[in-house]
């Protein structure tokens, strides 16, 4: 009688899976390709602004932190997190050049851990690019002690005082060949997506002129040197690990006609971005427009403009200020301000469109109500975009299958090669396709819950290569 009952029961339960493994079928389906936008927020370590929020904490709390940090990136559909792992002749990973940040756990003081490599896992695993932010020249920013072997002990002859902050040398071989050293090793050990450098190449006024004996144009014919060296290296390492600069918002006063600036970028801080996004030095030039729309003396809109102009083919993706939102040197700024410069960015875009936000204290906090600007700004997810530039191979559509089960609806699939670095999901709702959701390129699974696919009738997977080109989609129906 018991084995009865055991046949039965397994009878039912096949039969009653059938009907359900059978609900989605493949069919043949012409998706477009998924929505391509940078979206990313910069993580800031010095002076703990970002992460981790006090040095000290525990290996754990810390991981926890940064856990939050991604999560609450992936909620708010952002693609790439801009991580600051060398904030002054420091290291926030393992490094055999430089010592532990004091940002971290004290100068020199060993985490117990790995930030960058537990950072780069945990951000791949939510479909989210890690980018490294380095600050190149800048050694020590305040009085504190620096960790065993920092450069400002092992090469004093290279230091530069600059008002309270110590610099290397920018225009200095060998402080160049240090810094080119540094991120080099970071690109060949780390699985980084993106090389990320800020303003700080010389100092910004007063302490601009430094005692180095050159003229502002020598300094800027070293920088030149510099960034283009920087972008052939990684490039001949990793040519699809995108290199990205963030420098201040304005070129030089009055560029575009009416710009008004205090600091002259060109001039002082020996940073031609200019040059370098028209010779194609970088895969995207980042400029601090952290201004509003108006006044017209620093208009989001008019440097949007000019910069977007310089050179068709490499995309100006703005840095936006949600820090300035209902700040003391701007109390009226509203959210509402973000959602119109993403809108104006998009509307200049020629090659791709993107926005990296400082910082992410303001817009994980939710100041103003952010979030809720993003969130009509991004109402689907979006892969970054392709840097065809790099290459042009893009991954074999995938054989999907689907399954109800009891968690939702059950994915899989088997890759066509192993070109895919990330998979994006899309879905089909009343004949309208949106993308779900952007996975690592190790996963070839996913449950989505039935309300995470709503009404969805079509659900299709492809690929997206290292160089962000979308590959042939495969789609199953319901």
């Given at each position: 009688m018991k084995c009865i009952i055991r046949l039965i029961v397994t009878f039912v339960l096949v039969f009653s899976w059938i009907p359900r493994a059978f609900a989605w079928r493949a069919v043949s389906e012409s998706v477009p390709p998924p929505p391509q936008e940078f979206r990313a927020a910069w993580v800031a370590s010095v002076f703990n602004l970002d992460w981790p929020k006090r040095a000290g904490e525990s290996a754990g709390a810390q991981k926890a932190e940064l856990i939050d940090i991604l999560n609450k990136a992936a909620r708010l559909k952002l693609n790439a997190v801009i991580l600051q792992i060398r904030p002054n002749g420091d290291a926030l990973y393992r490094s055999p050049y430089e010592p532990w940040s004091q940002w971290l756990s004290g100068a020199g003081v060993n985490p117990g851990y790995d930030p960058l490599a537990f950072a780069v896992s945990e951000a791949h695993?939510?479909?989210?690019?890690?980018?490294?932010?380095?600050?190149?020249?800048?050694?020590?920013?305040?009085?504190s002690p620096v960790g065993r072997g920092h450069v400002s002990l092992r090469y004093p002859e290279l230091m530069k005082k600059a008002g309270g902050t110590l610099v290397l040398n920018p225009s200095h071989p060998a402080a160049q060949e240090h810094v080119l050293k540094v991120i080099m090793d970071v690109v060949k050990r780390y699985d980084i997506d993106g090389v990320h450098l800020d303003d700080y190449f010389y100092p910004y006024p007063p302490h601009h002129n430094i005692r180095d004996g050159k003229t502002p144009a020598q300094r800027r014919a070293a920088i030149d040197a510099f960034v283009s060296r920087l972008y052939s290296s990684v490039k001949g390492a990793k040519p699809w690990v995108r290199v990205g600069i963030s420098p201040f918002g304005i070129w030089q006063p009055g560029f575009p006609a009416g710009i008004e600036a205090g600091v002259n970028a060109y001039e002082h801080l020996a940073c031609d971005a200019r040059k370098w996004l028209s010779k194609g030095w970088v895969d995207y030039l980042a400029p601090q427009l952290y201004w509003s729309c108006s006044p017209a003396r620093q208009s989001f809109p008019a440097l949007m403009k000019w910069w977007s102009d310089v050179n068709p083919s490499r995309p100006v993706w703005p840095g936006i200020s949600t820090a300035r939102i209902q700040s003391r040197e701007d109390p009226s700024r509203t959210a509402a301000e973000i959602s119109r410069q993403?809108?104006?960015?998009?509307?200049?875009?020629?090659?791709?469109?993107?926005?990296?936000?400082?910082?992410w204290t303001s817009l994980g906090g939710n100041r103003g109500g952010v979030q809720g600007e993003l969130a009509r700004c991004y109402s689907s997810a979006a892969v970054p975009p392709a840097m065809p530039w790099c290459g042009r191979g893009a991954p074999g559509a995938p054989a999907l299958q689907a399954a109800e089960t009891s968690r939702g609806v059950y994915f899989k699939w088997t890759p066509a090669d192993r070109t895919a670095r990330k998979w994006v999901v899309q879905a089909r709702t009343h004949g309208r396709w949106t993308a779900l959701c952007i996975l690592p390129g190790a996963q070839t699974s996913v449950t989505l819950p039935r309300g995470f696919l709503g009404a969805a009738d079509r659900v299709a997977v492809r690929g997206v290569s290292a160089c962000g080109n979308p590959g042939g989609a495969a789609a199953v129906a319901r």
């Open positions: 695993r939510r479909g989210i690019e890690l980018h490294a932010w380095f600050n190149p020249f800048r050694a020590k920013a305040n009085s993403i809108g104006y960015s998009r509307s200049l875009a020629r090659s791709s469109s993107g926005q990296l936000f400082w910082s």
